[in-house]
Structure formats: C-alpha cells, structure tokens
C-alpha cells in the first residue's frame, strides 16, 4: 500500500533520520572492478574485440544503473 505524502514530508524534516534503504555502492564497485579484470585478461590472453566488447558493454550497463534506467 502507498504511503501518504504526509509522513513522507515529515520524514524528510526530521534531522536524525536515517535512510531507510542500503547503498548498493559497494556491491557496484566489486562487481565493476571484477568484470574490468576479466576483460583486461581477455585482452592480455590476446582476444582484443571480445575484451573491448565487454568493457564498453559492461560500462553502458553500468552507467544506465547508475542514472537509474
């Protein structure tokens, strides 16, 4: 059920709450930097397209997420 405007606004005027959801920052930054290692090997085992192809790939999607799309 939807929560009314109300206590929304009232929420956002107090000064000691706290956000209710985590930050998923730091489950991104793993998952970035382990499939930006898994593409730089990719490139580094000698398969230059399949290694850019996942970095701009992974990047697009990671970009779109962020903006929230």
């Known amino acids: ?11 956002e ?5 706290q956000d209710e959801r985590p930050s998923g920052g730091r489950g991104l930054v793993i998952a970035a930097g382990l499939t930006a290692t898994a593409c730089a090997a990719v ?4 398969d230059v397209p399949l290694g850019t192809a996942g970095l ?3 990047s697009v999607i990671l970009l779109l997420w962020r903006i929230g799309m």
């Not at 005027?13 to 709450?17: K, N, P, R, V």
């Not at 490139?43 to 000698?46: F, N, R």
């Open 43 to 46: 490139i580094a085992l000698g």
């Open 13 to 17: 005027l107090e000064s000691d709450a």
């Open 56 to 58: 701009v790939l992974s």
């Open 1 to 11: 059920m939807a929560e009314d405007d109300f206590r929304r606004w009232e929420r």
